[in-house]
């Protein structure tokens, strides 16, 4: 069993930056992909970055490329997005997710753990 908190969200002006964290516990995480999901009001949620497990793979979503970044520290058993250059359509609520799997996907059905999200706001 993995357990998944998310940190870091909150209110930005557009241009501006956040970082998110997510601190996974079970003596496994470390062994799984990490990923990070969003979903706004009235749509689907959608994946956004993805991490092997060893941190050596990535892989974003073509609206996100060369502003979000998505890393972890196995040591301490945590994710970040480190999110530049925010847009208002970034708003949504971010998730964490964890799968069973060394390597990311990209299918949310694919992921079997979530934490409860965090509220990301980009005012224009």
């Known amino acids: 069993q993995v357990q998944l908190v998310e940190s870091g969200g909150g209110l930005v002006q557009a241009g501006g930056s956040l970082r998110l964290s997510c601190a996974a516990s079970g003596r496994t995480a470390s062994s799984y992909a990490m990923g990070w999901f969003r979903q706004a009001p009235g749509k689907e949620r959608g994946f956004v970055a993805g991490i092997s497990w060893s941190g050596s793979s990535t892989y974003y979503t073509d609206s996100v490329k060369g502003r979000f970044t998505i890393s972890r520290d196995n040591a301490k058993n945590t994710v970040y997005l480190q999110m530049n250059g925010l847009k208002p359509e970034d708003t949504a609520v971010y998730y964490c997710?964890?799968?069973?799997?060394?390597?990311?996907?990209?299918?949310?059905?694919?992921?079997?753990?979530w934490g409860q999200g965090t509220q990301v706001t980009v005012s224009s």
């Open positions: 997710a964890c799968r069973s799997d060394p390597w990311w996907a990209t299918a949310a059905p694919m992921w079997g753990y």
